[in-house]
């Protein structure tokens, strides 16, 4: 059974911090990328974050470039994201998801699972 687990989320300040785990079992996590993805209320799903199966190659988008990072330990099945100076406009649920060799990491539709979602809310 395929598991992505979100934690880490809560109430922050802004310019304050959090970071993000995304714990996988179920699948073979070493030849998956990893993407962070958010939604905010009445809002699409946004991406923030992907990162190869190899942590090699890390993607952000230009919203949280130079706020936010993207690492994974694969010894541990962990994805992780690190947010800081944190802003209202991050706001939002923040799901992990897996995605398979090929398509493309900004695309939701090309990652096949993903977590339940965990709330992160920054009080301006």
């Known amino acids: 059974q395929v598991r992505l687990v979100e934690s880490g989320g809560g109430l922050v300040q802004a310019g304050g911090s959090l970071r993000l785990s995304c714990e996988a079992s179920g699948f073979i996590f070493n030849i998956y990328a990893m993407g962070w993805f958010r939604q905010a209320p009445g809002k699409e799903r946004e991406f923030v974050a992907g990162i190869s199966s190899n942590g090699g190659t890390a993607y952000l988008s230009d919203s949280v470039k130079g706020r936010f990072t993207i690492s994974r330990d694969n010894a541990k099945n962990t994805v992780y994201l690190q947010m800081s100076r944190l802003k209202s406009e991050d706001t939002a649920v923040y799901y992990c998801?897996?995605?398979?060799?090929?398509?493309?990491?900004?695309?939701?539709?090309?990652?096949?699972?993903y977590g339940q979602g965990t709330q992160v809310t920054v009080s301006s």
């Open positions: 998801a897996a995605k398979p060799r090929g398509g493309i990491y900004a695309r939701p539709s090309d990652y096949v699972h």
